[in-house]
Nanobody, 117 residues
């Protein structure tokens, strides 16, 4: 059974930091590209950051220089370090595991991040 579980969300003041974690089980984690996506109320889900199985990363323009994605294959976990948070970063953040060659795609249940004073 595949499980993708996010944690680390919460309420933070503007300018603050949070680290999200996503633990995946039931998959060959190291072979999967892992991504963080977010969805704000009334908006479409958007890619925030993505890391390939080889460690290459890409980011949405709105978070470049503030967010960092990383992975620990020994722990089957991907992280999103979020610094200099802004109110517009408020959203539900979702973790995605994708193995494109086999067209496999899994999502977590999401974790709420609220940036507010």
């Amino acid at each position: 059974q595949v499980r993708v579980v996010e944690s680390g969300g919460g309420l933070v003041q503007p300018g603050g930091s949070l680290r999200l974690s996503c633990a995946a089980s039931g998959i060959s984690f190291s072979r999967y590209a892992m991504g963080w996506y977010r969805q704000a109320p009334g908006k479409q889900r958007e890619m925030v950051a993505r890391i390939t199985s080889g460690g290459s990363t890409n980011y949405a323009e709105s978070v470049k220089g503030r967010f960092t994605i990383s992975r620990d294959n020994a722990k089957n976990t991907v992280y999103l370090q979020m610094n200099s948070l802004k109110p517009e970063d408020t959203a539900v953040y979702y973790c995605n595991a994708a193995f494109e060659l086999a067209k496999l795609d899994y999502w977590g249940q999401g974790t709420q991040v609220t940036v507010s004073s």
